[in-house]
T-cell receptor
Framework: EAQVTQNPRYLITVTGKKLTVTCSQN?????MSWYRQDPGLGLRQIYY???????DKGDVPEGYKVSRKEKRNFPLILESPSPNQTSLYFC?????????????FGPGTRLTVL | GQQVMQIPQYQHVQEGEDFTTYCNSS?????IQWYKQRPGGHPVFLIQ?????EVKKQKRLTFQFGEAKKNSSLHITATQTTDVGTYFC????????FGAGTRLTVKP
């Protein structure tokens, strides 16, 4: 089954404790991205990647890192999480990143930073 | 940068009533996409509009793209409880901007 998977689905952590949220897709998509969703703000893009070893900042990249060493994986790293990073995070992928491509979203990761 | 504004933020309707959400961009869009997110779920692609003035239908859902390609709307005729969720519009992919979404609740 074609899908985007994320782990963990839920995470409660404390300020300053480094964490990684994994994202993997099995559709051989070139484009992957990370969003955070907050009430009233919709989906805001954190980082995106057009292909392996190519990453770019989205609208809200501060406090986050990403890497794209393999085509299928695009982990989101929070080196020193803070409470304002408490949010619902979605990973998404699309075939090529072209303007007309459909994005496929993962199930989401709900992160709470105490 | 490009901004996509979506209204209303919330809409509560009685089952059988119609529903419309509007999306407006500060700049001309090459295309616009609509997604639906069920409660507790993730956004799922509904449709894409590319041409000026384009109208597309999916059963009870009608999507429109404005003549100037700066606005779009989603209209649901005779809502059902299965329509519950948040509807998002999104600007062109590489510069993806999602509207804040319209959360639709339907009273049986």
């Amino acid at each position: 089954e074609a899908q985007v998977t994320q782990n963990p689905r839920y995470l409660i952590t404390v300020t300053g404790k480094k964490l990684t949220v994994t994202c993997s897709q099995n559709m051989n998509h070139e484009y992957m991205s990370w969003y955070r969703q907050d009430p009233g703000l919709g989906l805001r893009q954190i980082y995106y990647s057009m292909n392996v070893e190519v990453t770019d900042k989205g609208d809200v990249p501060e406090g986050y890192k990403v890497s794209r060493k393999e085509k299928r994986n695009f982990p989101l790293i929070l080196e020193s999480p803070s409470p304002n990073q408490t949010s619902l995070y979605f990973c998404a992928s699309s075939s090529t990143g072209a303007r007309t491509d459909t994005q496929y979203f993962g199930p989401g990761t709900r992160l709470t930073v105490l | 940068g490009q901004q996509v504004m979506q209204i209303p933020q919330y809409q509560h309707v009685q089952e059988g009533e119609d529903f419309t959400t509007y999306c407006n961009s500060s700049t001309t869009l090459s295309n616009i996409q609509w997604y639906k997110q069920r409660p507790g779920g993730h956004p799922v692609f509904l449709i894409q509009l590319v041409k000026s003035g384009e109208v597309k239908k999916q059963k009870r859902l009608t999507f429109q793209f404005g003549e100037a390609k700066k606005n779009s709307s989603l209209h649901i005729t005779a809502t059902q409880t299965t329509d519950v969720g948040t509807y998002f519009c999104a600007g062109p992919h590489n510069d993806m901007r999602f509207g804040a979404g319209t959360r639709l609740t339907v009273k049986p």
